[in-house]
């Protein structure tokens, strides 16, 4: 008998308990709008209507908008109820709504059991087609909001995180943020927010993906009657970029902490290129390379740390906090040359991709995690079949390929600074490294 590993069987376990449903998942347009619909072979039902656009909807001056309005469909009622009565309704049969606003798209869902399927629709549609946007509780989301934003502001994490859009993504979509801040929300009314909610909610910005045991024929009546209350709308296209700096810069601001935070900004793949999973493996082990480095072996942080956002504007990022910030650069520069020098180990890619589809499977276990997937595969990658090749379209990564996207994309670096100006050397962070003498063959280089 062959034993398998515990992550090749956790692996196996994950895919047929998350993705291996007996019924397949389908897709069909109702009015215009794609609807993405994975039967559950459950009792709950997980309903998701997606807005596209994200910070793309608004401009700098209105950010916080969609969140707050996004807020409102269930916290100021609707033209049927006021917000209490709307949510004795929902607490009669322990059905949720809940909404978020994303840099790329939002979503408003709804979750129930299916036998209340027909009595919680009704309500799902009100809070989407007719909010009430009521004064008085408007205030007080929107003061909630204001807030929310005064205590995220004393976080010198946020700050720096922050900072770095604003200063990479300059004149972008992606310097937005989707709470806004003190000042674009509090010059926020009812009327401006009720009227700009109206604006984005047409069919030809909606997703709708469905997470439920229903029959097909009953789903496209409901969600007819759904679409039928909202106005197709001028056609919608997200907007696309490559973030592609063409040197390094540095931005300093003084700020009284107790160490200095510093976060950089590369240039990364746009979702549904060839090289996005390359990049995403090769992010997760740089990540651990730069922990171990920088923080064990170092000890020049607590917590540094890699990331890639492969949004609609990529980028590769990396973090730190460190009293030291001059040797901090000189040991990261030292690891990024000797990964582009003698590049990633085979080993480190096998282990990689376990984890990274191990974990993604992990996370499908949920009829709301299963919808979340199918809508941002759909969204970002225009593939949402892209929830269910996960494990194969991996597999596919090559040493070759992670070796190539790091070279690649780990160039030229947006550098921003919060703490002590005195103690850091600009020049370490502006100054164009030399590329090193590869160890690598040809096939790794662009």
Same mark, same amino acid.
């Given at each position: 008998?062959?034993?398998?590993?515990?992550?090749?069987?956790?692996? *196996?376990?994950?895919?047929? #308990?998350?993705? +291996?449903?007996?019924?397949?998942?389908?897709?069909?347009?109702?009015?215009?709008?794609?609807?993405?619909?994975?039967?559950?072979?459950?009792?709950?039902?997980?309903?998701?209507?997606?807005?596209?656009?994200?910070?793309?909807?608004?401009?700098?001056?209105?950010?916080?908008?969609?969140?707050?309005?996004?807020?409102?469909?269930?916290?100021?009622?609707?033209?049927?109820?006021?917000?209490?009565?709307?949510?004795?309704?929902?607490? &009669?049969?322990?059905?949720?709504?809940?909404?978020?606003?994303?840099?790329?798209?939002?979503?408003?869902?709804? %979750?129930?059991?299916?036998?209340?399927?027909?009595?919680?629709?009704?309500?799902?549609?009100?809070?989407?087609?007719?909010?009430?946007?009521? /004064?008085?509780?408007?205030?007080?989301?929107?003061?909630?909001?204001?807030?929310?934003?005064?205590?995220?502001?004393?976080? $010198?994490?946020? @700050?720096?995180?922050?900072?770095? &859009?604003?200063?990479?993504?300059?004149?972008?979509?992606?310097?937005?943020?989707? !709470?806004?801040?003190?000042?674009?929300?509090?010059?926020?009314?009812? !009327?401006?927010?009720?009227?700009?909610?109206?604006?984005?909610?047409?069919?030809?910005?909606?997703?709708?993906?469905?997470?439920?045991?229903?029959?097909?024929?009953?789903?496209?009546?409901?969600?007819?009657?759904?679409?039928?209350?909202? $106005?197709? +709308?001028?056609?919608?296209?997200?907007?696309?970029?490559?973030?592609? $700096?063409?040197? %390094?810069?540095?931005?300093?601001? &003084?700020?009284?902490?107790?160490?200095?935070?510093?976060?950089?900004?590369?240039?990364?793949?746009?979702? +549904?290129?060839?090289?996005?999973?390359?990049?995403?493996?090769?992010?997760?082990?740089?990540?651990?390379?730069?922990?171990?480095?920088?923080?064990? %072996?170092?000890?020049?942080?607590?917590?540094?740390?890699?990331?890639?956002?492969?949004?609609?504007?990529?980028?590769?990022?990396?973090?730190?906090?460190?009293?030291?910030?001059?040797?901090?650069?000189?040991?990261?520069?030292? #690891?990024?040359?000797?990964? /582009?020098?003698?590049?990633?180990?085979?080993?480190?890619?096998?282990? *990689?991709?376990?984890?990274?589809?191990?974990?993604?499977?992990?996370?499908?276990?949920?009829?709301?995690?299963?919808?979340?997937?199918? @809508?941002?595969?759909?969204?970002?990658?225009?593939?949402?079949?892209?929830?269910?090749?996960?494990?194969?379209?991996?597999?596919?990564?090559?040493?070759?390929? #992670? %070796?190539?996207?790091?070279?690649?994309?780990?160039?030229?670096?947006?550098?921003?600074?919060?703490?002590?100006?005195?103690?850091?050397?600009?020049?370490?962070?502006?100054?164009?490294?030399?590329?090193?003498?590869?160890?690598?063959?040809?096939?790794?280089?662009?």
């Amino acid at each position: 008998m062959i034993l398998r590993s515990l992550p090749a069987l956790l692996l *196996m376990s994950f895919s047929l #308990l998350s993705f +291996g449903q007996a019924k397949a998942p389908y897709e069909m347009t109702i009015n215009g709008v794609k609807v993405i619909v994975q039967p559950s072979g459950n009792e709950i039902v997980q309903i998701m209507t997606v807005i596209r656009g994200g910070v793309q909807n608004y401009s700098l001056e209105q950010q916080g908008i969609e969140q707050l309005a996004i807020d409102a469909l269930t916290e100021c009622g609707t033209a049927k109820d006021d917000k209490n009565s709307f949510k004795d309704k929902l607490d &009669k049969v322990s059905a949720e709504m809940y909404g978020s606003a994303g840099m790329d798209y939002s979503s408003f869902v709804m %979750n129930c059991i299916r036998s209340d399927f027909d009595e919680v629709w009704p309500l799902y549609i009100d809070a989407l087609t007719t909010p009430r946007f009521d /004064k008085k509780e408007f205030e007080r989301i929107r003061q909630d909001a204001i807030n929310n934003l005064r205590s995220r502001a004393s976080q $010198p994490d946020y @700050a720096i995180q922050k900072l770095a &859009k604003e200063t990479a993504f300059a004149g972008k979509n992606y310097a937005k943020t989707t !709470e806004g801040n003190e000042t674009t929300v509090s010059k926020l009314t009812p !009327e401006i927010t009720k009227a700009y909610y109206k604006s984005v909610l047409t069919r030809s910005r909606l997703l709708i993906v469905v997470v439920a045991e229903i029959d097909s024929a009953v789903l496209a009546q409901k969600i007819q009657a759904l679409l039928s209350g909202i $106005p197709a +709308g001028a056609a919608f296209t997200e907007k696309r970029e490559v973030y592609s $700096p063409k040197h %390094n810069s540095f931005k300093d601001e &003084k700020r009284d902490l107790a160490t200095n935070y510093i976060q950089g900004v590369t240039s990364a793949p746009l979702p +549904g290129t060839p090289d996005f999973n390359a990049f995403s493996l090769a992010m997760r082990i740089f990540y651990n390379r730069h922990f171990l480095t920088v923080r064990t %072996n170092h000890g020049l942080s607590y917590a540094p740390y890699t990331y890639f956002d492969g949004g609609l504007y990529p980028s590769g990022n990396i973090d730190v906090s460190t009293k030291d910030p001059n040797k901090y650069k000189q040991v990261l520069d030292s #690891l990024i040359s000797n990964i /582009k020098k003698d590049g990633f180990t085979e080993e480190e890619l096998r282990n *990689m991709k376990t984890s990274y589809v191990t974990g993604f499977y992990y996370r499908q276990e949920t009829n709301a995690a299963q919808a979340s997937s199918l @809508a941002s595969n759909e969204i970002l990658h225009k593939n949402w079949r892209r929830s269910y090749t996960m494990n194969d379209d991996m597999k596919k990564v090559t040493v070759s390929d #992670l %070796n190539r996207v790091f070279n690649k994309y780990i160039t030229s670096i947006t550098w921003v600074y919060q703490g002590d100006p005195q103690k850091v050397n600009t020049a370490l962070y502006t100054q164009e490294q030399k590329p090193p003498v590869s160890k690598l063959s040809n096939s790794t280089k662009d």
